[in-house]
């Protein structure tokens, strides 16, 4: 039972460097979220999708992208990667409004 | 908008005392409130939830009550282990309207033998 899954665990880029960071889960949730979580300011909300198809942007969506084109997938594009990237992001699904969340694993990003 | 207040950490506490976090919230309407638990190195994990006022989720001896009186739910142990050392983080998911769902910023406990 894989649930949500995120690749890397551990990344470093350079200044500059682009990269993505792979979602997938296997619970057929339409809802789908990247969070990052940084000291002192708890969860932070990057993008989210509500479906195939459907993306919106979150509380700090600047300097990423994302695309839905299957209901399992959802990944995350660093487009010039800075240093104030370096953070823990987080994937995360659910079944419906007002379910659980669930969550992937992490990815322990350092841009240098 | 919505919100979630918890109280800052962290919360050190010997092996076996009570534990008491709060989280008070602001939303509209009833929506469904959550205790997620972090462990070190991993992801957060659903600990307890209830859906609607005066419901009591409760799991690993952990327990939270709905209060919509006082828009609370204060996350309780009776007697806390080392392994209970964690961040634990209180959110909220609204009913109707908003899809995104509100989180406070987490109380890490250090449970010391």
């Known amino acids: 039972n894989a649930g949500v899954t995120q690749t890397p665990k551990f990344q470093v880029l350079k200044t500059g460097q682009s990269m993505t960071l792979q979602c997938a889960q296997d619970?057929?949730?339409?809802?789908m979220s990247w969070y990052r979580q940084d000291p002192g300011m708890g969860l932070r909300l990057i993008h989210y999708s509500v479906g195939a198809g459907i993306t919106d942007q979150g509380e700090v969506p600047n300097g990423y992208n994302v695309s839905r084109s299957t209901t399992e997938d959802f990944p995350l594009r660093l487009l010039s990667a800075a240093p104030s990237q370096t953070s823990v992001y987080f994937c995360?699904?659910?079944?419906?409004?007002?379910?659980?969340?669930?969550f992937g694993e992490g990815s322990w990003l350092t841009v240098v | 908008g919505d919100s979630v207040t918890q109280m800052e950490g962290p919360v050190t506490l010997s092996e076996e005392a009570f534990l008491t976090i709060n989280c008070t919230y602001t939303?509209?309407?009833?929506?469904?409130l959550f205790w997620y638990v972090q462990y070190p190195g991993e992801g957060l994990q659903l600990l307890l939830k209830?859906?609607?006022?005066?419901d009591k989720g409760s799991n690993k001896g952990f327990e939270a009550t709905y209060r919509k009186e006082t828009t609370s739910f204060h996350l309780e142990k009776g007697s806390v282990q080392v392994s209970d050392s964690a961040v634990y983080f209180c959110a909220l998911s609204p009913v109707g309207g908003s899809y995104i769902p509100t989180f406070g910023r987490g109380t890490s406990l250090i449970v010391h033998p």
């Open positions: 209830a859906t609607k006022a005066d």
């Open positions: 939303a509209t309407g009833y929506p469904s």
């Open positions: 619970m057929n949730h339409e809802y």
């Open positions: 995360a699904s659910r079944r419906d409004v007002g379910n659980t969340i669930y």
